[in-house]
């Protein structure tokens, strides 16, 4: 599996690349792709939120984390590129706050999050939401990270 992980600078120093990386493997390890499978995941902040949430969704507003499914294969390499997960760390060193845990178990919260989406799951209806919650606290308890409340 291949994890392209981009950290704008202003975070750098917050986030570690190597919790992303290994939040971002538990999650496709467990979800046994069929394929070698890469996605790219990106930490940035509100204003890209906002502005990606408006030009694909019609919100003007930011949000904690978006997710883009892709479905090309690459030939070449064997791989299937299944699309792009962006975080908002802003909105998630907010919501940790609140929530009363570390931005990093925020963090990690958000890329198993963006990630299941990108792998099929959602939360549109309550089957599916049940589910997709189900398969986050796996996840995350797997990896020993607690997370005081999960989103809505």
């Known amino acids: 599996m291949i994890i392209n992980i981009q950290i704008e600078p202003l975070f750098e120093n917050e986030?570690?690349?190597?919790l992303v990386s290994q939040v971002g493997r538990a999650?496709?390890?467990?979800?046994?792709?069929?394929?070698?499978v890469e996605t790219t995941i990106v930490l940035t902040d509100d204003e890209t939120l906002r502005?990606?949430?408006?030009q694909h969704?019609?919100?003007?507003?930011?949000?904690?984390?978006?997710s883009f499914?892709?479905?090309?294969?690459?030939p070449d390499e064997q791989t299937t590129y299944i699309g792009d997960v962006v975080i908002s760390v802003p909105r998630a060193r907010e919501q940790a706050?609140?929530?009363?845990h570390p931005l990093e178990n925020e963090i990690s919260l958000l890329v198993v999050h963006g990630l299941l989406h990108l792998l099929g799951y959602d939360h549109d209806v309550e089957e599916r939401k049940a589910l997709m919650?189900?398969?986050?606290?796996?996840?995350?308890?797997?990896?020993?990270?607690?997370?005081?409340q999960l989103p809505e």
């Open 69 to 74: 499914p892709a479905d090309e294969f690459d």
């Open 97 to 100: 706050k609140t929530a009363g």
């Open 15 to 18: 986030i570690s690349e190597d």
């Open 133 to 148: 919650w189900e398969k986050q606290a796996e996840i995350l308890t797997n990896l020993g990270i607690h997370i005081n």
């Open 51 to 54: 502005e990606l949430n408006s």
């Open 57 to 66: 969704l019609g919100i003007d507003a930011p949000t904690d984390v978006l």
């Open 27 to 36: 999650v496709l390890a467990q979800s046994q792709a069929e394929n070698e």
